[in-house]
């Protein structure tokens, strides 16, 4: 089937309310057919879209893949919702990244606690609203919405359908199948992961140590303000766009991107591409390889007669390579 356009990035950039816009109004006046599989993004932006919908008032929308978050928002506004069997759908609470730290006097420490109530109050009043916009959907009270979002679980076609969040189920669509990488990629992204349905991939590392694509995960989840998700069913959700770090703080990223520097918007957000992942993903894989053979090289060492790896030194001038990986290990060593 061919779309008029997909939403299938992050919601607010690229996938922008101009974007949309855009695209809706080369079918204004004719049905239009958007295909939608995102982990999700602003609320403020797929509350826009969800109205632009509204306002065009002939789209339908096929949700794919692991669709979620501000995601699954913007589809309500749909004329129609289809959903592929193979699907999931993700409803949860909305979250903002909350840094809180040092030493504080009395006076220090109840501002703070002001601020942060407000930061609670400003997140039960878009829960409310996010709830609203579900339950106009599905017909049902805003409460019961509300109690679906908090079980942040990921829901099946039949689930969504027997909620009142689509429409149809349509065969098309392939089996998603969640492996141990996929479930690290989730975590970083602060989405709570559904269960592995493929056999855990083999550390490279032998023991008790991590993987390093686990501890990047760790790193980027840290990076971007999201708590990992321990188990399945610990409500980990993506945050609403927020004052992040300057880019000085992301030496390794931009290292890992081969980047100069990441450019933060004017609100202080920092967004990362699909392109961007695909590069972090890569170099993980690289890094990972060059592990392996750093520590097959240093096994061969001491197992060789009278060889010890103490006092070994790169010879830089023999080929490069070698002291590219070690730096690249050093770096993944700092952000860990």
Same mark, same amino acid.
């Given at each position: 089937?061919?779309?008029?356009?997909?939403?299938?990035?992050?919601? +607010?950039?690229?996938?922008?309310?101009?974007?949309?816009?855009?695209?809706?109004?080369?079918?204004?006046?004719?049905?239009?057919?958007?295909?939608?599989?995102?982990?999700?993004?602003?609320?403020?932006?797929?509350?826009? /879209?969800?109205?632009?919908?509204?306002?065009? +008032?002939?789209?339908?929308?096929?949700?794919?893949?692991?669709?979620?978050?501000?995601?699954? /928002?913007?589809?309500?506004?749909?004329?129609?919702?289809?959903?592929?069997?193979?699907?999931?759908?993700?409803?949860?609470?909305?979250?903002?990244?909350?840094?809180?730290?040092?030493?504080?006097?009395?006076?220090?420490?109840?501002?703070?606690?002001?601020?942060?109530?407000?930061?609670?109050?400003?997140?039960?009043?878009?829960?409310?609203?996010?709830?609203?916009?579900?339950?106009?959907?599905?017909?049902?009270?805003?409460?019961?919405?509300?109690?679906?979002?908090?079980?942040?679980?990921?829901?099946?076609?039949?689930?969504?359908?027997?909620?009142?969040?689509?429409?149809?189920? /349509?065969?098309? +669509?392939?089996?998603?199948?969640?492996?141990?990488?996929?479930?690290?990629?989730?975590?970083?992204?602060?989405?709570?992961?559904?269960?592995?349905?493929?056999?855990?991939?083999? %550390?490279?590392?032998?023991?008790?140590?991590?993987?390093?694509?686990?501890?990047?995960? !760790?790193?980027?989840? !840290?990076?971007?303000?999201?708590?990992?998700?321990?188990?399945?069913?610990?409500?980990?959700?993506?945050?609403?766009?927020?004052?992040?770090?300057?880019?000085?703080?992301?030496?390794?990223? %931009?290292? @890992? @991107?081969?980047?100069?520097? @990441?450019?933060?918007?004017?609100?202080?957000?920092?967004?990362?591409?699909?392109?961007?992942?695909?590069?972090?993903?890569?170099?993980?894989?690289?890094?990972?390889?060059?592990?392996?053979?750093?520590?097959?090289?240093?096994?061969?060492?001491?197992?060789?007669?009278?060889?010890?790896?103490?006092?070994?030194?790169?010879?830089?001038?023999?080929?490069? %390579?070698?002291?590219?990986?070690?730096?690249? @290990?050093?770096?993944?060593?700092?952000?860990?």
């Amino acid at each position: 089937m061919n779309y008029n356009f997909d939403i299938d990035s992050y919601i +607010g950039y690229p996938i922008s309310k101009g974007y949309v816009r855009g695209k809706l109004a080369e079918s204004k006046g004719k049905p239009c057919t958007v295909r939608i599989n995102s982990y999700g993004g602003c609320v403020q932006t797929a509350l826009d /879209i969800r109205q632009q919908f509204i306002d065009h +008032g002939d789209v339908t929308a096929y949700i794919f893949g692991m669709t979620a978050s501000a995601a699954t /928002i913007l589809a309500m506004g749909a004329k129609k919702i289809c959903m592929s069997k193979y699907a999931m759908m993700l409803v949860h609470p909305c979250s903002k990244w909350v840094d809180e730290w040092g030493q504080m006097n009395a006076d220090e420490l109840a501002e703070s606690i002001k601020n942060l109530e407000k930061t609670k109050n400003d997140l039960t009043t878009i829960d409310h609203v996010v709830a609203s916009v579900y339950a106009q959907r599905t017909g049902k009270s805003i409460h019961d919405m509300k109690e679906a979002m908090t079980k942040a679980a990921w829901l099946t076609a039949e689930e969504c359908k027997a909620l009142g969040l689509i429409d149809d189920i /349509i065969e098309e +669509g392939e089996e998603t199948k969640v492996t141990a990488r996929m479930e690290e990629l989730f975590a970083a992204c602060g989405l709570p992961v559904p269960t592995a349905q493929e056999e855990p991939e083999q %550390n490279d590392t032998e023991g008790s140590e991590e993987s390093m694509a686990n501890a990047i995960a !760790r790193a980027l989840g !840290r990076l971007f303000g999201r708590k990992e998700a321990k188990d399945t069913e610990e409500t980990t959700v993506q945050p609403i766009k927020d004052n992040m770090k300057t880019n000085a703080d992301f030496k390794t990223i %931009n290292a @890992l @991107l081969q980047k100069d520097a @990441l450019t933060a918007a004017e609100d202080g957000t920092l967004q990362i591409s699909t392109d961007d992942m695909t590069a972090i993903e890569k170099r993980i894989a690289d890094l990972e390889a060059s592990e392996k053979t750093l520590k097959a090289q240093v096994t061969a060492f001491e197992k060789g007669d009278g060889a010890s790896t103490e006092g070994v030194v790169v010879d830089e001038g023999a080929g490069g %390579n070698d002291s590219v990986i070690l730096a690249d @290990l050093k770096m993944l060593e700092n952000i860990i």
